[in-house]
């Protein structure tokens, strides 16, 4: 089990800029795939990206492509995610969540792939 704790949510307005990051503690990290989700007000959970182990591979939704950009660093057992051209759509409560398959699965868009989740951060972008 990894325990996520996110932060960078924040106030911003359409067309700016944020960077999430998500701090992982535990032994196991550096093994487990990880996503970022997203959830807004009277909507169900969605997902956004996930990066594989090694952040070699990276797989988004359509609406986010070009736009936001996933990367970690295992050393430090840091996820990122940077949030550039920023709609009011994307506002939401963001999470971060651990897929313990790691190295023998592949990358999950579904929520029920992930065994841990942080407790998230909310971004809203005015228009």
């Known amino acids: 089990q990894v325990q996520l704790v996110e932060s960078g949510g924040g106030l911003v307005q359409a067309g700016g800029s944020l960077r999430l990051s998500c701090a992982a503690s535990?032994?196991?990290?550096?093994?487990?795939?990880m996503g970022w989700f997203r959830q807004a007000p009277g909507k169900e959970r969605e997902f956004v990206v996930a990066t594989d182990w090694s952040g070699e591979r990276s797989y988004y939704i359509d609406s986010v492509k070009g736009r936001f950009t996933i990367s970690r660093d295992n050393t430090k057992k840091m996820l990122y995610l940077q949030m550039n051209s920023l709609k009011p759509e994307d506002t939401a409560v963001y999470y971060c969540?651990?897929?313990?398959?790691?190295?023998?699965?592949?990358?999950?868009?579904?929520?029920?792939?992930?065994?841990?989740w942080g407790q998230g951060t909310q971004v809203t972008v005015s228009s």
């Open positions: 535990g032994q196991m990290f550096s093994s487990y795939h």
């Open positions: 969540a651990a897929d313990h398959r790691g190295y023998i699965g592949s990358l999950s868009s579904t929520p029920g792939a992930y065994d841990d």
